[in-house]
């Protein structure tokens, strides 16, 4: 007998986009993957990753059952005993070493997975260590830090509305290979060019002519690290040129008087010595922000995750601020989310500083630690060491600073579990890997990324395939996991509902819900009858009531940020002379570090050389599509040189997520393509000193002769 077809719909969980699929499956296969037309939102876009769908669920080195090393080798072995041994050996560390003596590192994909969200926190509350790790402090934590302490709450993010500016400085992102971040914008290309289309300009500022720079009307090279000049000096014109007009704010600004004195002295001309972008050039984007109604500010990666990352992002929110670009239509929006609206009493604000990592004396933010730190907390010896680490959905031996140094660290703990689907370059140091269901076979609601959008939107769909006999959802490991260690310490613990009953709750007491007398009435019921997900409409200007700080005004005087806009001025140091600067480069058709053993992803040109300006090879008397050894502080990687005037001169560029064939890893396609890791050469101490965030970009490098 030949099975039926079926036809699914679903929202893809791979990147922040959450575009609209439509997946036909003949019994246990996919025989097509396409973009739903009927999403309001996606409008039938999606990316190459989305039909690698297929693949990472038929993928034969997926993992279905835990494994237990075994003499260097792997051993299936039945869920009981799994967490029986693993509940064993936790307790047993937190015993002879106390309870911190556990670490979490939670990786990126436990945001895409709304049963991590939802359960995540279960295995916390019974472990109750200070210890936890994440990719947040690799990534976007002086987004949640400048929120925090400008609006009162870490989730209270102002995101571009795209669809309506009419004028887009984008600064350290490049959404034509993202997808877009902290900015969820299914179909970006066609949005942007809408911005042109409608009569409206937008410009990118990156040390590398990106794809997104490609279409912009305007594209401006900066030298890695140098941006808080740029922002200075544009706060420094609007206060010059008297640009400034607080809108609706007016009366709901605290400390204008210090940020006017901060950007005294940097003039655009200082700038354009630090950033090499012209002075006349910044003077024209602060009055194209000042004089176009409906401007947008907009900082991703690259202004996030380097030195001054903190400081950037606040320069960022500053200036959306003094020209009216906040909380205004076509300018920087807050999303109005179906779960985790954020208004005045909202839970889950943050906190920053209240304790610091043993070694370096890192502050906290939201009860974790930057993951700068990780390595030397495992191999510092002394009261409070860490001898145990659960990894969750992550893989910091390429994704986080100094690669080398972590594995060095991995291999030196007592015991280490990883919640995983591959045994990978990580996880192949674990003594036990608990392997969750793959994407297709768990119902979705994207908790995060609906708060994050450019238009208010809900969706939520049932799973594609059933979970094979015997396997587990993360959010069950969770649950099951932690009531075994609550059952052998002797404490009590209540395991959650499934994921969608816990949404449910939260839906039906926040914005939409019928007990906050909203017409919408949302339920998950009622969400669940729109299978290609429910378009609420744009963004609405209710960002001024929903302040969270005490006051109820913005807050632009963080005296820490203002410290730290000396340490700025006491950089107006020029480059070394032949210091090159490392930056990253995402690709559309990869996804971190973990989708690389999809064929389709990966095959056609390897995609791990090293891109440095044509001036720059000459100069180093080294020759185009040759091996160059690149080296930093911490360590050195060979790989292919190709010259490109793509990057800045000074300025080199090689991706992260590659150099797969190391610790045994069993990928079988991604350790043929192996690659390099760029992140042997990121460095630990290469901060953003404010947050302890990692400077992944504008990392002082040579490159030589192979
Ligand atoms: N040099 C450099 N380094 C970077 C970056 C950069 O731009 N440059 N970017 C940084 C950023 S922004 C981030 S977010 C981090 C990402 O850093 P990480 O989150 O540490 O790394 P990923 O590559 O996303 O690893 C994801 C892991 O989750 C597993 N996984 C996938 N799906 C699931 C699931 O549903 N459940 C479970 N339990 N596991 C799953 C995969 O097998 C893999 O091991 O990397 C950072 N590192
Ligand atoms: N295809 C694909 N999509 C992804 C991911 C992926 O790995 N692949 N990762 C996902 C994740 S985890 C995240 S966080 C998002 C990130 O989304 P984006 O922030 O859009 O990330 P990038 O593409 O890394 O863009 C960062 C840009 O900053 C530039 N840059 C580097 N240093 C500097 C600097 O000092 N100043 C300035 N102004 N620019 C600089 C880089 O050249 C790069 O173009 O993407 C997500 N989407
Ligand atoms: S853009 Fe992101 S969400 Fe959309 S199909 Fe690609 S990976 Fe999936
Ligand atoms: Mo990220």
């Not at 990719?135 to 929120?147: E, F, I, R, Y």
């Not at 990352?309 to 601020?321: D, F, K, R, S, V």
């Not at 901060?687 to 030589?704: E, R």
Request: hydrophobic fraction near 35%.
């Amino acid at each position: 007998m030949v099975d039926e077809i079926k036809t699914h719909y679903r929202a893809c969980h791979l990147c922040e986009a959450i575009c609209g699929v439509e997946i036909k499956t003949q019994g246990d296969q996919v025989i097509s993957i396409k973009g739903d037309k009927a999403d309001p939102f996606s409008r039938g876009h999606i990316c190459p990753k989305a039909t690698a769908l297929q693949d990472l669920h038929t993928d034969p080195d997926r993992l279905k059952q835990p494994v237990k090393k075994v003499d260097g080798g792997w051993e299936t072995i039945s869920w009981d005993e799994a967490y029986q041994t693993v509940a064993e050996k936790l307790i047993g560390v937190q015993e002879h070493h106390g309870k911190d003596a556990v670490a979490f590192y939670a990786g990126n994909p436990n945001v895409h997975n709304y049963g991590s969200m939802t359960h995540g926190g279960q295995l916390r509350k019974v472990l109750k260590t200070k210890n936890h790790y994440s990719a947040t402090s690799l990534d976007q934590l002086p987004h949640h830090l400048t929120s925090l302490k400008m609006y009162g709450h870490q989730f209270l993010q102002p995101i571009p509305d795209i669809d309506r500016t009419n004028f887009m400085m984008i600064i350290g992102g490049n959404p034509l290979a993202s997808n877009g971040s902290i900015m969820t914008v299914p179909d970006v290309t066609k949005r942007l060019k809408d911005i042109q289309k409608r009569g409206g300009r937008f410009v990118v500022i990156d040390p590398r002519r990106t794809e997104t720079a490609e279409i912009a009307d305007e594209h401006h090279f900066v030298r890695p690290g140098s941006d808080a000049f740029l922002l200075m000096a544009m706060i420094h014109t609007l206060f010059d040129e008297g640009l400034i007009n607080l809108g609706h704010f007016s009366d709901k600004v605290r400390g204008m008087d210090d940020v006017q004195k901060a950007a005294e002295g940097f003039t655009p001309e200082i700038a354009e010595q630090q950033t090499g972008i012209a002075a006349e050039t910044i003077r024209e984007l602060a009055r194209e922000m000042a004089n176009t109604e409906g401007a947008v500010c907009y900082g991703r990666m690259g202004v996030s995750v380097q030195v001054f990352g903190t400081l950037c992002q606040w320069a960022i929110q500053i200036i959306n601020i003094l020209t009216n670009s906040l909380d205004v239509e076509g300018s920087m929006m807050v999303c109005s989310p179906a779960f985790g609206y954020v208004k005045p009493g909202a839970g889950g604000a943050g906190h920053f500083d209240l304790f610091r990592s043993r070694v370096s004396n890192l502050p906290e933010f939201a009860g974790e630690l930057p993951v700068v730190a990780l390595a030397e907390e495992i191999l510092t010896p002394g009261e409070g060491q860490l001898k145990s680490l659960i990894t969750i959905a992550g893989n910091p031996v390429l994704s986080t600073t100094n690669g080398n140094e972590i594995d060095k660290a991995l291999k030196e703990l007592d015991f280490m579990v990883s919640i995983d689907i591959y045994i990978n370059e990580t996880t192949s140091h674990a003594d036990i890997i608990l392997p969750p269901t793959a994407g297709l076979e768990h119902d979705h609601y994207d908790l995060a990324f609906h708060r994050l959008a450019v238009r208010n939107t809900t969706r939520y769909n049932p799973a594609v395939f059933e979970p094979e006999q015997n396997t587990r959802h993360d959010w069950q490991i969770f649950n099951e996991l932690s009531a075994k260690i609550a059952e052998l310490k002797g404490i009590e613990f209540k395991p959650l509902p499934s994921p969608d009953k816990v949404i449910d709750m939260g839906i039906q007491s926040d914005h939409y819900s019928a007990s906050q007398g909203h017409e919408l009435a949302l339920t998950m019921d009622k969400i669940k009858e729109y299978p290609h997900g429910l378009d609420i409409g744009p963004l609405e200007a209710n960002m001024a009531e929903r302040l969270c700080t005490d006051s109820g005004q913005v807050h632009l005087d963080i005296d820490f940020i203002l410290a730290d806009v000396d340490r700025l001025r006491a950089t107006q140091s020029a480059p070394a002379k032949d210091e090159l600067l490392l930056i990253g480069r995402r690709h559309v058709r990869s996804n971190n570090s973990w989708m690389h053993n999809s064929k389709r992803l990966v095959k056609g040109k390897p995609r791990w050389q090293l891109l440095m300006h044509p001036e720059d090879l000459a100069e180093r008397g080294l020759a185009d599509n040759t091996e160059v050894t690149i080296a930093s502080r911490v360590g050195e990687v060979s790989t292919t040189v190709v010259a490109s005037d793509e990057v800045m001169k000074g300025v080199v560029s090689l991706p992260h997520g590659w150099g797969h064939k190391r610790n045994g890893a069993q990928l079988s396609i991604a350790t043929e393509q192996q690659g390099v890791n760029c992140n042997d050469l990121t460095d630990d101490k290469l901060i953003d000193v404010i947050s302890g965030n990692a400077a992944l970009n504008g990392v002082p490098v040579k490159v030589s002769a192979a």
